[in-house]
C-alpha cells in the first residue's frame, strides 16, 4: 500500500513542479549545508579521542589573580616536573614538551622535521602505537631518537631505520642520534603532533633552566591514576604553590590581588587531553574556543529550520487547492491516518529527493568549503557507524517535522466545511505568521552578528599596534647557523630598499611556520613579585620594528655594557614603581640588569590580551629564532621575493616562507575571521531560503485574494494602495522578526566582544541597517507578485472559476 501512496505522490508532485522545485530547492541546500557544519562540529569534538588516557592526561596551567583580572601562564618552571613526580600523591608520568622545526641529516640526506623533545615516559602516557620499538626502552638514553612512519620513510626509504645514526641540530651544534623506535603517523585529530621524539635534556639551554624558578618557557603534561579525578589532583596542587610559588603568591598580595572563592591567589589548573583541543588555555589548541562545535551545530539546525518552515507554509498553503481531493478522499471513506500517510509520503518523498541532491551538492562544494573554512573534513568521517545513524535520524526528524504537520493539518479538516468550498487559507495563517517571523528572526540574527563580527575585524586592523607591520619581513631562522645569519646581514647591507635588520627569540603575530609564543620571567623588586614577558634581540631591534622610546635609549653596539642591560616597556616601568626607572637593576635570580631604556607601550601579543609588562634583553648565547628586515620600497612584493632568494641561497636547509608582519597579525585572527565567513555564508542561505518560502506564499496569497483585489479595484482602489496592502502584512511579519531578534543579536555579540580586551562598541543603527536590509529584502521578494496582482484586469478577477 506504501508504495501505492508514493506513486500518487510522484504523480501529485510532477502536476505541481513550482511547489516541488521551491521546496527540493530549498530543502537541498539545507540538508547539504547541515550536513557539512554537522561534519565539521563531529571532527572538531573527535580530537584525542583515540588517545586511551584521554580522561587521566592533563595539561597544567597557572592562573594568577591580579588586581586588574585573571592573568594565566602555560608554561612552568623546569623543576616543577620533578617536584610533581615526587611530592604528588597519584601522579604516575611527568612529561614537558618542547621543540619545533629542525635540521636532521642522514649521510648526504638533509630534511627539516618537528622534533619534539620530552621526557621519557612520553610514550607511555600517550596511544601512538608503535610499529617498531618498545614503548618503556625507546627513550630510556639521552641519545635515543623516535621516528614516525612518514618521517622515517623520507629519511631511509626502504631501509629499516631502527639502530640506524643520524645526527640533529640543536641551536649551532649537531648532536648524534640513535633511532630506537618507529610510530603509526599522527592521527589528523590529535592535538600533540610530531616527527621525531628525543629527550627533553636535549634542550639547547637546559643547564641553565634545570633548577631556574624564574623561568617558565615549556608547557607541562601529567598522567595521574585512573582513581585520582581532577577535582581530587587539582586540590593537591595547592600545597605545592604554596611550597614553591610563594615569592609569586606574596608578589600578587603586594598587588592587591583578589583571590578566589577558596582565597587563593595563585592555582595550578588542569586541562584533561580531551578537553585540549577546544582549550583557550591550553599549550596544543586549536585556538578555537569550545562553543565553536556548538555553533556549527546549532547553525545547522537553523538551516534545517527555515527549510522546513518553508516546507509546513507551503505543503498547508497548498493543500487548500486540493479541497476537492481531499473532500471526495473523505467522502469516499478514506481515514485520517490514510489521508495522513498520503500527504507525509510526498513529503517523504521530495525529502528523498533533496537528500540525494544534497549529497551530491556536499561531494562537489566539500573541497571548496575546507578551503574556505580551513577545515580538514573528508567523506571518511562515514565510517563511523554513529554518523550514519546520526545522520538517518536526522533525516527521519525532518521528513517527520516538515511533513507530519501539514499531513497531521490536513487530515484533520472538516469534510463539510470542504464540500461547502469554505476551506480557505485564512485557517491556519497564525501558524504561518508565526512560522515567517521565526525564519526572518533567524536571518536577522545571523546578519546582525555578521556586521558586528565584521566591525570588530576591521578595528583590528585598523587599530594602531604600535609597531611597523607593513615595511618588516619576519623569517623564520629555521636553525640557521651563526655564519648563515651572518652572512644574511651582510649581503642585505648592500640592498638600497633595506632599511635595518634585527632578529628575535619570539616572533610578533603568527609567522608561516605556524609557531608563536611567549617567554615569562620573574624577578623579585622592593620586596614583590614582579611577573613579565621577557624578549632576547639582536640589535637594532626597536628601529627595525619602529618602536617608539620615551626614556633612554635602544641597545648599541658603542656601549660595551649593553649585555647586562634591559629595554622596558611602560607597563613594567610602572610596576617597578621607580621615581626614574632608568638605571634601576633587575635581579632575575641570575644576570642582574640595568634599565638603559623604556618603550612606548605596543601590542606584542593580540588584542584579546591587554598589553603584558615587558623587557627586551641580548644575550650573545642565545639563537635569534626569527630575523627581521625593514624595507623601504614601493615595490614590496618584489623586495619579498628578492630577500627571500637571498635567505635561501645562504641557508639552502631554509623550511618556512618568510612573511610581512601584517600578514602574522592577520593569522592571530583566523578563527575570527573564520566565524566572520560562516556567519555570512549562514545569513545568505538563511535569507535565501527564506525569501524562497515567502515568495511562494505571496504567489498563493495573491491567487487567494484575487477576487477580492478585483472587488477592490472595481470600487476604485489605486494601484499603490493595493500593493501597500498586500505588502503590508508580510512588513509586520518582518519588522516583528526584527525586533525579536535585536537583544537577542546584542546579548551573543557582546559576550564574544568581551573576549578581546580593545573591541568596537554595539551602536543602535547597527541594528537599524538589519532592519532596513530586511524590509528592502522582503518588499524586493513579494513586489513582483503585488505589483502584478494589482495591475491585473478586475474582470479576470471576478470570473467565476
Known amino acids: 500500500m506504501f508504495t501505492s501512496?508514493?506513486?500518487i505522490a510522484w504523480r501529485n508532485l510532477w502536476k505541481q513542479k513550482v511547489f516541488a522545485t521551491v521546496n527540493m530547492a530549498g530543502m537541498s541546500i539545507a540538508i547539504?549545508?547541515?550536513?557539512?557544519?554537522?561534519?565539521?562540529?563531529?571532527h572538531e569534538w573527535s580530537y584525542d579521542n583515540f588517545q586511551e588516557n584521554k580522561d587521566h592526561v592533563y595539561q597544567l596551567y597557572r592562573q594568577d589573580n591580579t588586581g586588574k583580572g585573571i592573568r594565566v601562564n602555560k608554561s612552568f618552571s623546569e623543576p616543577m616536573a620533578g617536584v610533581l613526580q615526587k611530592e604528588v600523591p597519584g601522579v604516575k608520568h611527568v612529561s614537558r614538551i618542547g621543540g619545533g622545526d629542525m635540521p636532521v641529516r642522514y649521510k648526504d640526506k638533509n630534511i627539516y622535521l618537528d622534533v619534539e623533545m620530552v621526557d621519557a615516559p612520553f610514550l607511555e602516557m600517550f596511544s601512538f602505537p608503535l610499529q617498531q620499538g618498545n614503548k618503556q626502552t625507546a627513550l630510556g638514553n639521552l641519545d635515543q631518537l623516535v621516528l614516525t612512519q612518514n618521517s622515517a620513510k623520507a629519511l631511509f626509504n626502504e631501509e629499516n631505520p631502527v639502530g640506524k645514526a643520524l645526527e640533529v641540530k640543536i641551536g649551532d651544534r649537531w648532536k648524534p642520534f640513535v633511532v630506537s623506535a618507529v610510530t603509526d603517523n599522527i592521527p589528523d585529530n590529535s592535538s600533540i603532533t610530531f616527527e621525531a621524539l628525543v629527550r627533553f635534556e636535549n634542550v639547547e639551554d637546559y643547564s641553565n633552566i634545570r633548577d631556574n624558578w624564574n623561568v617558565s618557557s615549556y608547557p607541562l603534561m601529567v598522567e595521574v591514576a585512573p582513581a585520582?579525578?581532577?577535582?581530587?589532583?587539582?586540590?593537591?596542587?595547592?600545597p605545592i604553590t604554596h611550597k614553591y610559588l610563594a615569592d609569586l603568591i606574596n608578589s600578587l598580595k603586594s598587588m592587591d590581588?583578589?583571590?578566589d572563592k577558596d582565597g587563593e591567589l595563585l592555582r595550578i589548573n588542569t586541562i584533561a587531553l580531551k578537553d585540549i583541543h577546544l582549550s583557550p588555555y591550553s599549550s596544543f589548541g586549536s585556538g578555537l574556543r569550545p562553543f565553536y562545535p556548538w555553533m556549527m551545530l546549532m547553525l545547522a539546525c537553523l538551516i534545517i529550520g527555515i527549510a522546513c518552515v518553508n516546507f509546513i507554509n507551503l505543503s498547508i498553503a497548498r493543500s487548500f487547492t486540493r479541497g476537492s481531493e481531499i473532500g471526495l478522499r473523505k467522502a469516499l471513506g478514506a481515514m485520517d491516518r490514510q489521508l495522513m500517510l498520503q500527504f507525509w509520503s510526498e513529503a517523504f518523498l521530495l525529502c528523498l529527493v533533496s537528500l540525494i541532491v544534497s549529497l551530491l551538492l556536499a561531494v562537489l562544494l566539500l573541497p571548496y568549503y575546507n578551503a574556505t573554512f580551513r577545515h580538514q573534513l573528508s567523506f571518511q568521517l562515514f565510517r563511523n557507524g554513529w554518523i550514519v545513524l546520526g545522520t538517518a535520524l536526522g533525516f527521519f526528524l525532518v521528513t517527520l517535522l516538515a511533513g507530519g504537520y501539514p499531513a497531521w493539518k490536513i487530515a484533520r479538516v472538516n469534510i463539510i466545511q470542504v464540500l461547502k468550498g469554505k476551506l480557505n487559507l485564512n485557517r491556519s495563517s497564525g501558524v504561518r505568521n508565526g512560522l515567517i517571523v521565526f525564519q526572518f528572526m533567524v536571518a536577522a540574527v545571523l546578519i546582525s552578528c555578521t556586521a558586528i563580527i565584521w566591525q570588530q575585524i576591521n578595528f583590528i586592523h585598523a587599530t594602531p599596534l604600535g609597531y611597523n607591520t607593513t615595511q618588516v619581513i619576519s623569517i623564520p631562522a629555521d636553525n640557521a647557523p651563526l655564519q648563515?645569519?651572518?652572512?644574511?646581514?651582510?649581503?642585505?647591507?648592500t640592498e638600497p630598499s633595506v632599511v635595518s635588520v634585527s632578529g628575535s627569540i619570539l616572533n610578533l603575530g603568527i609567522g608561516m611556520d605556524g609557531s608563536s609564543g611567549n617567554w615569562t620571567r620573574g624577578f623579585d623588586h622592593k620586596g614583590g613579585h614582579i611577573s613579565t614577558q621577557c624578549m632576547v634581540v639582536d640589535y637594532d631591534y626597536v628601529k627595525t620594528l619602529g618602536l617608539k622610546m620615551v626614556?633612554?635609549?635602544?641597545?648599541?653596539?658603542?656601549?660595551?655594557?649593553?649585555?647586562?642591560?634591559?629595554v622596558i616597556n611602560e607597563q613594567l616601568a610602572k610596576q617597578l614603581n621607580e621615581k626614574d626607572p632608568l638605571g634601576a637593576t633587575i635581579n632575575t635570580g641570575g644576570p642582574v640588569y640595568h634599565v638603559i631604556g623604556v618603550m612606548k607601550d605596543y601590542h606584542f601579543e593580540s588584542l584579546h590580551k591587554k598589553i603584558e609588562p615587558l623587557m627586551l634583553t641580548m644575550d650573545a648565547q642565545s639563537r635569534m629564532n626569527y630575523l627581521f628586515v625593514r624595507v623601504n620600497t614601493d615595490h614590496p612584493a618584489a623586495a619579498m621575493a628578492h630577500i627571500s632568494a637571498i635567505w635561501k641561497e645562504v641557508n639552502p636547509l631554509a623550511k618556512n616562507t618568510p612573511s610581512f608582519l601584517d600578514e602574522n597579525v592577520d593569522r592571530l585572527y583566523r578563527e575570527e575571521g573564520r566565524f566572520s565567513r560562516i556567519f555570512m555564508s549562514g545569513a545568505i542561505l538563511a535569507i535565501s531560503i527564506s525569501c524562497m518560502g515567502l515568495f511562494a506564499i505571496a504567489v498563493m496569497v495573491v491567487a487567494q485574494r484575487r477576487r477580492e483585489i478585483g472587488i477592490r479595484k472595481v470600487l476604485g482602489a489605486s494601484v499603490g494602495s493595493i500593493v501597500v496592502l498586500l505588502s503590508g502584512d508580510f512588513?509586520?511579519?518582518?519588522?516583528?522578526?526584527v525586533l525579536v531578534a535585536t537583544p537577542l543579536s546584542w546579548y551573543l555579540m557582546q559576550r564574544w566582544l568581551n573576549g578581546f580586551a580593545f573591541h568596537v562598541e554595539i551602536?543602535?543603527?547597527?541594528?537599524?541597517?538589519?532592519?532596513?536590509?530586511?524590509?528592502?529584502?522582503?518588499?524586493a521578494t513579494t513586489g513582483l507578485q503585488t505589483i502584478r496582482a494589482a495591475l491585473a484586469n478586475p474582470a479576470a478577477s471576478l470570473k467565476v472559476d
Open 32 to 42: 547539504c549545508a547541515a550536513l557539512l557544519l554537522s561534519l565539521t562540529a563531529y
Open 257 to 259: 590581588g583578589v583571590p
Open 484 to 493: 648563515s645569519r651572518t652572512a644574511f646581514g651582510n649581503r642585505l647591507a
Open 551 to 566: 626614556a633612554g635609549r635602544d641597545f648599541s653596539r658603542q656601549y660595551g655594557t649593553d649585555s647586562s642591560g634591559v
Open 5 to 7: 501512496y508514493l506513486k
Open 763 to 779: 551602536r543602535w543603527w547597527m541594528f537599524a541597517g538589519v532592519c532596513l536590509l530586511a524590509v528592502v529584502v522582503a518588499l
Open 731 to 737: 512588513l509586520k511579519l518582518v519588522l516583528i522578526a
Open 228 to 238: 585520582v579525578s581532577a577535582a581530587a589532583f587539582g586540590k593537591s596542587l595547592v
